[in-house]
């Protein structure tokens, strides 16, 4: 039985000190924190649409330093989670929502409807914190502010994390009969290695470039000193 790969609590906070604080590599770290390869460069060439605050994986025991300087020794090496991160449960009773997030709400709630239909009315409001009343009003497009909603991951507004998303979603398609075949897995690693390949090949063909041009200019140079001792001699 294969087990679900462990990932830190927070991947893209992880993922940044890792860049900012190691010489391991875009695709060590992508790896390590379940990012995609072209999000960890991004946040190295400080091209990341969000800013990240650095999470020290040493510091929760995910990580430790022997773990980092053989990642760093060997680019092939796949870094080892050194502690499971500790999920925090909640206790139970309606979600506490701040309240600069309570507008966000039905929009979350429309992106559930829209993009995970098998997900029951009770599961949504106990995940955002709201009542089937407002579902129901969402659903049937009856909400008073309805001109307003627009569909938005409620893991982008915050509203709660891409752990208990997923866990619910997943829940909510096991008690529907839905079996996933594997092909969009499948097809997500095809990508991801093609990606791979591709920033491989151009580092390779950088690699060239930069070889050919430092060739062309020692025979220029040699040539040039040739020219100037003839020149000398005459």
């Known amino acids: 039985m294969s087990t679900q790969p462990t990932y830190p609590l927070m991947p893209h906070a992880t993922a940044s ?66 502690r499971a991160p500790i999920s925090v449960s909640r206790t139970k009773g309606p979600r ?60 982008t507004l915050g509203l709660c994390s891409q752990r208990e998303l997923d866990a619910l979603v997943a829940k909510a398609a096991k008690k529907a009969g839905y079996e996933d075949n594997g092909e969009a897995a499948i097809r997500l690693g095809t990508d991801r290695d093609a990606l791979i390949e591709e920033l491989r090949a151009e580092r390779q063909a950088h690699t060239k470039a930069a070889s050919d041009a430092a060739q062309e200019a020692e025979a220029a140079a040699w040539l040039a000193a040739r020219r100037a001792e003839g020149l000398s001699d005459s």
């Open 96 to 155: 506490y929502t701040p309240v600069s997030k309570r507008q966000d709400k039905p929009d979350g709630i429309a992106w559930i409807l829209r993009n995970h239909p098998e997900v029951s009315d009770a599961q949504i409001g106990k995940l955002i914190g709201t009542t089937r009343t407002t579902i129901a009003a969402i659903r049937d497009r009856s909400h008073w502010n309805i001109s307003n909603i627009n569909p938005k991951d409620p893991v």
């Open 17 to 82: 000190w890792l860049v900012d604080n190691t010489a391991l590599t875009f695709e060590q770290i992508s790896e390590f924190c379940g990012l995609h390869i072209l999000e960890v460069q991004a946040m190295a060439d400080d091209l990341a649409g969000q800013k990240y605050t650095g999470r020290d994986p040493l510091h929760s025991g995910e990580l430790n330093q022997a773990e980092i300087d053989k990642g760093q020794a060997n680019p092939e090496y796949r870094l080892k989670m050194q």
